[in-house]
């Protein structure tokens, strides 16, 4: 193999964030670290078969990987079993394992496979339709679950699209879509109606003598308006058919933690006490009151990052953002670089998928999220996590390596 195709700087910063990692989690629990480590060594295992694999063999059987990771999700609702309120797992003894963090894998690969395609064109609706299809049936089966936070992160490989020609019309309809959500939630949605109608009023008296008066204008502009109208006075619907726990999650973010402590706010009470205990420099490792006490739960899951803010510091958190920031970076730099559309398209779905989970479980840690259940990648504890995304990374750099290596 010619060491000079593989990219150095990426795999070397995967090394050190999945070091950084394991010392944390033996910060909270040290036979969690120790099985954390063996799963480390199972995911470099991995990554060395799939070094000694053709790179097309990702591309020719990305169908077969896709459904099997539809099947596996799919397979949940008879054989599942239920942790935490949520059926997302198989278990298999001592072990568990959650299979949608696999099913992201084989998305990742039938997009990029159908992307690759001669006929592939989003300007063309067949195209358009399809690739919402490959991303939307695994999609539907985690809403089924349901499994809201991994929902989220399948809206990372609209990334992708965009890179290879989506309209970003869709992003603008999608965040308007999202702001009347939250702010409907946050104050009566009779006030959002009333805005909105103001709004548009205005919208229509300055621009009434460039608006092209006929039927498909004026049914635009109503309809416009009746859709935001009823998605507003919606949300507020769904917010009440939430289930406690769910719909305490979403209030946290308005009302504050202090008023769910004994309940929803917890986690992040604490959380947010052991982030700032942290100060500027931290206690030292394995000197955190907050996490050698427990307080916070699942800190060695989807809050591990109140360790670091705890025993690390401000200064220490501060670099670790830094180096997934230019880990991620690093990704979409060297899928740029790919001359195969292939390679392309699944670097940037994979970065994507890194920064969905980086940005919302930094955000929840931080109480400027919901807690949805997202693990910091590599950094969580859990085998089925660092695996899944290891997997990913060595999947990449394998292409990475072949595209270095091409001759044409």
Not at 227 to 249: C, F, I, M, N, W
Not at 301 to 311: A, L, P, R
Not at 339 to 350: D, L, T
Request: with cysteine.
């Amino acid at each position: 193999m010619k060491w000079e195709g593989i990219d150095k700087l990426g795999i070397g910063l995967y090394l050190i964030i999945c070091t950084f990692a394991i010392a944390n989690i033996f910060s909270v629990d040290e036979s969690l670290g120790k099985k954390q480590m063996i799963f480390f060594g199972i995911s470099l295992f991995l990554g060395i078969i799939i070094f000694t694999m053709r790179s097309k063999f990702f591309e020719n059987f990305a169908g077969i990987i896709y459904i099997g990771g539809v099947l596996l999700l799919i397979g949940l609702f008879p054989f599942g079993t239920e942790i935490l309120g949520q059926k997302n797992w198989y278990k298999f003894g001592s072990f568990t394992m959650q299979p949608v963090e696999f099913a992201k894998i084989g998305t990742a690969l039938m997009l990029s496979n159908y992307a690759s395609s001669p006929d592939f064109n989003l300007k063309y609706r067949k195209s358009l339709l399809t690739a919402l299809a490959i991303i939307g049936i695994p999609a539907v089966v985690v809403l089924a679950i349901p499994d809201v936070g991994s929902l989220l992160v399948f809206t990372a490989f609209f990334i992708a699209l965009y890179r290879e020609g989506l309209s970003g019309m869709l992003f603008m309809v999608g965040f308007v879509f999202a702001a009347v959500f939250l702010v409907s939630i946050a104050v009566s949605p009779w006030y959002v109606i009333a805005t909105m109608v103001v709004l548009v009023a205005l919208f229509v008296f300055r621009n009434y003598h460039r608006i092209s008066w006929n039927v498909l204008s004026v049914s635009g502009i109503v309809g416009t308006t009746l859709l935001l109208s009823a998605l507003s006075y919606g949300s507020a619907t769904v917010l009440e058919k939430l289930p406690k726990h769910q719909r305490e999650r979403i209030e946290v973010l308005y009302k504050g933690e202090k008023q769910f402590r004994d309940t929803s706010g917890y986690n992040l009470l604490y959380s947010k006490t052991a982030i700032g205990s942290g100060e500027l420099l931290g206690k030292g490792y394995m000197q955190g009151s907050v996490t050698r006490g427990k307080f916070v739960p699942e800190q060695e899951t989807d809050y591990i990052f109140c360790t670091v803010g705890e025993e690390w510091g401000f200064v220490g958190s501060s670099i670790l953002i830094i180096i997934y920031a230019l880990y991620i970076g690093r990704i979409y730099y060297l899928s740029e670089r790919q001359k195969n559309v292939f390679n392309r398209v699944f670097g940037y779905s994979f970065a994507s998928i890194l920064l969905m989970h980086f940005v919302i479980n930094i955000g929840m840690v931080m109480g400027l999220f919901p807690t949805v259940g997202i693990p910091l990648p590599y950094f969580s504890y859990g085998g089925s996590s660092l695996v899944a995304f290891s997997i990913m990374t060595f999947i990449f750099f394998k292409l990475n390596y072949a595209d270095r290596n091409a001759l044409v």
